[in-house]
């Protein structure tokens, strides 16, 4: 089956013709959890760099984090998955 419709028109002749445009819906995800919150877009690309640049300055610190957070990670799924050891009676 070929689709031979313009893509550039709005309304595609599978959907309703009643359908409200892509540009008109209500907001989800990220960005509306975070408007509902109170934080801006621009507040939160603004942090999201201060900390890249921070990774940037302190790279030894970063990764030694990150080992930090990985270990104990293992370790918490070590401790998940631990099968109770049978008691002696």
């Known amino acids: 089956m070929t689709d031979t419709v313009s893509p550039t028109t709005q309304f595609h002749p599978y959907s309703r013709p009643d359908a409200t445009p892509v540009s008109e819906r209500e907001e989800h995800g990220l960005p509306a959890m975070l408007k509902k919150v109170g934080i801006d877009s621009n ?6 760099e201060k900390g890249r640049s921070w990774g940037r300055s302190h790279p030894g610190r970063l990764l030694g984090g990150m080992a930090i957070a990985v270990i104990a990670a293992g370790m918490l799924r070590g401790r998940m998955h631990r099968r109770p050891s049978p008691t002696t009676v």
């Open 43 to 48: 507040r939160m690309r603004n942090m999201t």
